[in-house]
T-cell receptor, first 115, second 114 residues
Framework: AQKVTQAQTEISVVEKEDVTLDCVYE???????LFWYKQPPSGELVFLIR??????QNEISGRYSWNFQKSTSSFNFTITASQVVDSAVYFC????????????FGPGTRLSVLP | NAGVTQTPKFQVLKTGQSMTLQCAQD?????MSWYRQDPGMGLRLIHY???????DQGEVPNGYNVSRSTTEDFPLRLLSAAPSQTSVYFC?????????????FGSGTRLTVV
């Protein structure tokens, strides 16, 4: 069965610090998709990234970067030079198929960036 | 472009009442789904649909009913509300292949059952 673990329930950092959010997943499939979503205090869910299991290249988007390591089943998310606007709950998710019937979310990590 | 629209945004129900949460998308997405979000548990899949006329159960379907008569609409019905159904409900949609942007989520419906 697939599972997503986000061991960090809450993280607090001071503005401009770097912070890494951990995501560990379990799946028996060789083809799968990993996602990160952001949920700011306003409550909506914002797509951040999708990664295919056959693409292990790390990705950088501005202050955001993602480290995908199949060997450790991890898909960690780093925010560089954090800002107050980064305060949110971040969800890691796993899907084993294109339809998303088995789309499983982790419990989320609440990030607080203090001024 | 409205994306995924959920109504209502807030609702209070009494135990035993029934109601329908509405979800509509204007992106011609084949796939639609309903999730509930509870503290510390992430989002859990209730029901999903891969196209008009096709629905299936997710992880936590009990107490909920869905139908998909059109591509655009995917309502979620609570048959007899219970306090355990107090949650935030999200509707989501995506292209058949989940596209480059994964799901598009609605803004959520906060439901309280008293």
């Amino acid at each position: 069965a697939q599972k997503v673990t986000q061991a960090q329930t809450e993280i607090s950092v001071v503005e401009k610090e770097d912070v890494t959010l951990d995501c560990v997943y379990e799946t028996r499939d060789t083809t799968y998709y990993l996602f990160w979503y952001k949920q700011p205090p306003s409550g909506e869910l914002v797509f951040l990234i999708r990664r295919n299991s056959f693409d292990e290249q790390n990705e950088i988007s501005g202050r955001y970067s993602w480290n995908f390591q199949k060997s450790t089943s991890s898909f960690n998310f780093t925010i560089t030079a954090s800002q107050v606007v980064d305060s949110a709950v971040y969800f890691c998710a796993l899907s084993e198929d294109n339809y998303g019937q088995n789309f499983v979310f982790g419990p989320g990590t609440r990030l607080s960036v203090l001024p | 472009n409205a994306g995924v629209t959920q109504t209502p945004k807030f609702q209070v129900l009494k135990t035993g009442q029934s109601m329908t949460l509405q979800c509509a998308q204007d992106m011609n997405h084949e796939y639609m789904s309903w999730y509930r979000q509870d503290p510390g548990m992430g989002l859990r899949l209730i029901h999903y649909s891969v196209g008009a006329g096709i629905t299936d159960q997710g992880e936590v379907p009990n107490g909920y009913n869905v139908s998909r008569s059109t591509t655009e609409d995917f309502p979620l019905r609570l048959l007899s509300a219970a306090p355990s159904q107090t949650s935030v409900y999200f509707c989501a949609s995506s292209y058949r292949t989940t596209g480059p942007y994964g799901y598009t989520f609605g803004s959520g419906t906060r439901l309280t059952v008293v």
